[in-house]
C-alpha cells in the first residue's frame, strides 16, 4: 500500500537555526497537510495546502512557518528561527481529495529536537 | 468551538476481554467522526469513520465504534482485545464548515495477557 514518507526521522538544531522538514505524500493524492504533536500533548493543525496554495491553516501555522511544494513530488514545512517550543513531532498527512469521506493518511513523523 | 474529548488516558484490558475507548465531541453542524492509531516511533493509521448512515462503524484489526448522536459520542470497541492492540488511540471530527481535524487527546490502551 502507498504511503506518505517523512525525512528526516529526527532532526536536531539550534535555537534560531531554520529547519526544513520534508514530505513526500502518496502520488495521486491532491491535498497536503502539516500536524504537529508536542511530547504529551493532542496532534494539532497547521496548515492543508492544496494546488499550490494553503488552503487553512491554524492560529499556531504563523509567519515562522511556510509550506512548499517545490517539485511536484515533496511537501516541505520550513520553520525560520527555531524556538525551543518548536520541539515536536511533526506529520505530514495526504488526501485524494477534500471530500471527508477520504481519510488523511500519515507519515512516521519528523521529531524535532530544538536545543 | 469543535472539541474532541477522550476522558481516559490510559485503558487497561486483559487480552480476550472486550475493550472500549470512549470518545465524545462537541461540534457544530454534522460530525464527521475518525479513529486513528499510533503505534510506538510510528505515524497515525486510520482505522475507521463515521460519515453518514449506520451509527455501527466496522473498521481495520477487527475495531468497531458506534455513533450515538444524542450523546454525542463515538466510542471504540472490539470484542475480543488482542496483545498487538496495545498503543495509542486518538479519536479525530471535524464539522462541515472546514476539513481540519480537531484531535482528542488520545487514550494508551494496554492489553495484558
Known amino acids: 500500500e502507498p504511503e506518505v514518507t517523512q525525512t528526516p526521522s529526527h532532526q536536531v538544531t539550534q535555537m534560531g537555526q531554520e529547519v526544513i522538514l520534508r514530505c513526500v505524500p502518496i502520488s495521486n493524492h491532491l491535498y497536503f497537510y502539516w500536524y504537529r504533536q508536542i511530547l504529551g500533548q493532542k496532534v494539532e493543525f497547521l496548515v492543508s495546502f492544496y494546488n499550490n496554495e494553503i488552503s487553512e491553516k491554524s492560529e499556531i501555522f504563523d509567519d515562522q512557518f511556510s509550506v512548499e511544494r517545490p517539485d511536484g513530488s515533496n511537501f516541505t514545512l520550513k520553520i525560520r528561527s527555531t524556538k525551543l517550543e518548536d520541539s515536536a513531532m511533526y506529520f505530514c498527512a495526504s488526501s485524494p481529495s477534500r471530500q471527508i469521506t477520504q481519510p488523511q493518511h500519515f507519515g512516521d513523523g519528523t521529531r524535532l529536537s530544538i536545543l | 468551538a469543535q472539541s474532541v474529548a477522550q476522558p481516559e488516558d490510559q485503558v487497561n484490558v486483559a487480552e480476550g476481554n472486550p475493550l472500549t475507548v470512549k470518545c465524545t465531541y462537541s461540534?457544530?453542524?454534522?460530525?464527521?467522526l475518525f479513529w486513528y492509531v499510533q503505534y510506538p516511533n510510528r505515524g497515525l493509521q486510520f482505522l475507521l469513520k463515521?460519515?453518514?448512515?449506520d451509527n455501527l462503524v466496522k473498521g481495520s484489526y477487527g475495531f468497531e465504534a458506534e455513533f450515538n448522536k444524542s450523546q454525542t459520542s463515538f466510542h471504540l470497541k472490539k470484542p475480543s482485545a488482542l496483545v498487538s492492540d496495545s498503543a495509542l488511540y486518538f479519536c479525530?471530527?471535524?464539522?462541515?464548515?472546514?476539513?481540519?481535524?480537531?484531535w482528542g487527546a488520545g487514550t494508551k490502551l494496554i492489553i495484558k495477557p
Open positions: 463515521y460519515i453518514t448512515g
Open positions: 461540534v457544530s453542524g454534522n460530525p464527521y
Open positions: 479525530a471530527v471535524t464539522g462541515d464548515s472546514n476539513y481540519q481535524l480537531i
